[in-house]
């Protein structure tokens, strides 16, 4: 049991009000730290990632997560920001699919040219929930669910990125 495992199996942390930062070292880390932070939200889920990450986001746990979070709050967002979507359309990603049936909650866009070269990756929810990965090809990261001031930061540069970013047309659905 990795490290993050061990103190999240003595917590039961809440955001906001859980405090600390906690160091992720692997895939599994991730998942955990995703799985714990989505249930989570009430009013926004924000992710920013080069292709989906589907290691961590196509999975039944993000999707079944993200599908109670879009019908118990009906003024909730979901807001996902990737620079490739095209492999995960070709996968038949189901974070793509999810987003197509609860488009009234749930939007991707491609990022605009300018911001393709960052390498980072991350998760927001709410003011306080966040997931970072500096190099998105690697899963050393952080998970916090109370660090409002690096949330803020961090939706503002997302903020940013999304208002410059378009519809990506490799997610419309094709109707024949």
Known sequence: MSDFAEALAR??????QTEGEFTLRTRDDNRLAVDTLLPLAHRRIEIFTRDLDPQLYDRSPVIEAMTQFAL????????IL????EPAVKAGNRLIELCRRLSSY????????????RSDSFLLVDDYGLLERKLASRFEGRVSFKLPL??????????????????????RRLHL
Not at 11 to 16: R, Y
Not at 72 to 79: D, E, L, M, Q, V
Not at 150 to 171: G, T
């Open 150 to 171: 690096e949330v803020r930061r961090l939706r503002s540069e997302f903020d940013e990125i999304w208002e410059r970013s378009s519809a990506d047309p490799e997610l």
């Open 106 to 117: 749930a939007e991707i866009r491609r990022s605009h040219e300018d911001y393709r070269e």
């Open 72 to 79: 118990r709050h009906r003024n909730c967002r979901i807001r």
């Open 11 to 16: 917590l039961n942390p809440e955001l906001g």
């Open 82 to 85: 990737t620079h490739d979507a």
